[in-house]
């Protein structure tokens, strides 16, 4: 028995080296020598890239008109966009938001997409790679089948060919912002080839210069609306904002060479505030997404890539792969169409719901249908703060009930205070046992803080990074998105000279700048103040009263539908307030002035 567990051992033995040797020259070594013909496309593709670049870079940026006609162009015309292909590398280059305009005046389309010759070139396409080679590349001369625009009723067809490959593009685009292209490629060799398509987005120049350009509100936005890399690898959505991108720091998930988890459908794009392009490969294959860290860090433009399925093609045979290109608006009907019906994954969290999604998500659902109810934006702003009280009015009425107390209790303090000034100990003790009989929590009127200050910040992320509030008008507003438009200076537009110059001036235009929603805050807080209780501390009493008037200069910088939230907020919140304070016979100032007024009325009318 030992003899034969020895055989079997050796049997055993020889058995694994055989699987080690054939796994290695079988699937080790052609995986190698894959990897290695994809690098040489990536250095080929990135020394063309240079040179180009270069020479772009050596030549200077063109004007947008010369820049468009330094090649031949197919013309776009569809509902939701316009602009030109450009023949030379087949790419987009060349795209206008036919529904968004730079201002409120309508007058200037929003450019998303630039030639690479121009300032702030900002392109896009797909490639095809045959081992090392790049037999559709940067600057391929493809040219156009038959004549026409392309439109979303008209798809249009573009054809390159090679001594060894043709390829056959159709382009199409939708009604809103996706192109489809679907490449029929054909071996015209007498050798097997096997080929791949790789999807590219490149942007040249400053990123922040570009915004200030063609989308001011977005340069200014800060930190709150994330700007970057934006994709879905994995299941897993991906980003990086431009700053960290440009200076290499890898993302998470990102490996040493700039790749992250092959995945079979995703997208892979750069995003602004309001605008993105995106690569979307066939949702059916794998493909590898990445950021071309080689190009940065030679001070290159940015890239970022997808590389599709190899594809094997037998001499004379023929192959169609359909990719997609998203290149516009994040509009949260849009985006969900396309998540829903083309199936293209958590396409609606291109959007930026930010770290409190849970909020933020629920809150633009219900201002969004609210918005397709009452028809404007602004009422729905108005109506979506009267639904989120609801719910906490229990809350508040128990916050309300007790701050009744402590304002009835407010003589017996003030006696207390005099009594023990100089026993601070036995102050606060009877202090408590005053609390303790008249059953008063003197921390109740802080509870609702808890539940507001999440809701105030969910609310302005939501209304800043989506897209259903910019250029909104409402009441004397042009748009709710922008700060307050009018001024002090100004008497509110009846003298004639513009708000925004006032603004501008230093010092003068901190205060004789502010609009009149802003004003109207500061006014609601004062008198809402006016309810509670004041600190016995005279000097917390001071900050107080103060506040009202920091938040009004610190709102005059927040987008009008925020601050039309917080006044009617405010007016909401002083209803109900004084409702229950007057119910629990707790006399407030305000109380005081109107029965005063009423009194002057009475005796003038004796």
């Not at 200077?60 to 468009?68: V, Y």
């Not at 008209?154 to 490959?165: D, F, H, I, K, N």
């Not at 199936?343 to 629920?362: C, H, Q, R, S, V």
């Not at 042009?478 to 603004?503: E, R």
């Amino acid at each position: 028995m030992e003899k034969e567990d020895q055989r079997n051992f050796l049997l055993a033995m020889v058995a694994m080296i055989a699987f080690v040797f054939l796994y290695q020259v079988f699937v080790m070594e052609p995986a190698q020598k894959r990897y290695e013909a994809q690098q040489a496309v990536i250095a080929a593709q990135e020394q063309t890239a240079t040179v180009d670049t270069a020479a772009i870079e050596a030549a200077g940026p063109k004007p947008l008109p010369e820049a468009l006609a330094t090649a031949p162009r197919v013309t776009i015309d569809a509902p939701s966009l316009d602009g030109s292909i450009r023949l030379s590398g087949a790419r987009l280059d060349d795209l206008q938001l036919k529904k968004y305009f730079l201002t409120v005046d309508r007058t200037e389309e929003i450019r998303l997409l630039r030639p690479e010759e121009s300032e702030f070139g900002y392109f896009t396409t797909y490639y095809w790679a045959d081992g090392n080679t790049l037999v559709a590349g940067r600057n391929s001369p493809w040219t156009q089948v038959g004549e026409g625009s392309l439109s979303a009723a008209t798809p249009v067809t573009l054809r390159l060919e090679t001594e060894s490959v043709s390829i056959d593009r159709v382009v199409s685009v939708d009604e809103n912002y996706l192109f489809t292209f679907s490449d029929t490629v054909t071996n015209l060799s007498a050798e097997p080839k096997t080929l791949r398509p790789i999807g590219s987005i490149e942007r040249q120049g400053d990123w922040n210069g570009f915004l200030k350009e063609t989308d001011p509100a977005s340069a200014v936005s800060g930190g709150l609306a994330h700007m970057g890399l934006m994709g879905v690898t994995d299941g897993t959505l991906r980003l990086q904002k431009y700053k960290p991108l440009v200076a290499s720091k890898k993302a998470k998930g990102e490996t040493a060479d700039g790749n992250f988890p092959t995945t079979e459908g995703g997208w892979w794009g750069l995003t602004d505030m309001y605008w993105m392009s995106a690569l979307v490969p066939d949702q059916a294959a794998p493909f590898t997404a990445s950021v071309n860290r080689a190009s940065l860090a030679r001070g290159g433009p940015l890239e970022v890539r997808t590389e599709g399925t190899d594809v094997s093609l037998a001499p004379g045979a023929s192959v169609t792969v359909e990719n997609r290109i998203f290149a516009g608006a994040k509009k949260f009907e849009v985006l969900s169409e396309y998540e829903k019906a083309k199936g293209i994954p958590m396409m609606i969290d291109a959007i930026d719901w930010g770290w409190a999604y849970f909020l933020t998500k629920p809150f633009f659902y219900v201002l969004h249908w609210l918005h397709g109810h009452v028809g404007s934006f602004g009422w729905a702003i108005l109506a979506f703060t009267v639904l989120i009280k609801l719910p906490l009015v229990p809350l508040y009425n128990a916050s309300f009930k007790s701050m009744a107390k402590l304002k009835k209790l407010q003589e017996p303090m003030k006696e207390l205070n005099e009594r023990f000034a100089s026993d601070p100990q036995r102050k606060q003790q009877e202090i408590m046992k005053l609390y303790k009989q008249e059953g008063a929590n003197p921390i109740g009127g802080c509870l609702p803080i808890l539940v507001t200050i999440p809701i105030f910040y969910a609310l302005y992320k939501t209304l800043y990074v989506t897209l259903d509030m910019r250029h909104e008008p409402f009441w004397y507003m042009k748009d709710l998105s922008a700060p307050d438009p009018t001024a002090i200076g100004n008497l509110f537009g009846l003298l004639p000279w513009a708000a925004a110059d006032i603004k501008g001036i230093f010092i003068i235009g901190t205060i004789f700048g502010i609009g009149l929603l802003p004003l109207l805050y500061g006014g609601t807080m004062a008198v809402l103040q006016s309810l509670s209780p004041p600190p016995p501390d005279k000097m917390q009493a001071r900050i107080i009263m103060a506040m009202p008037l920091v938040f009004m200069f610190v709102f005059g910088g927040f987008a009008a539908g925020l601050v039309l939230y917080w006044v009617w907020s405010n007016v909401l919140t002083f209803i109900q307030q004084y409702t229950i304070m007057r119910l629990n016979g707790a006399e407030t100032e305000v109380g005081k002035f109107v029965a005063g007024l009423l009194g002057r009325r009475k005796a003038a009318a004796e």
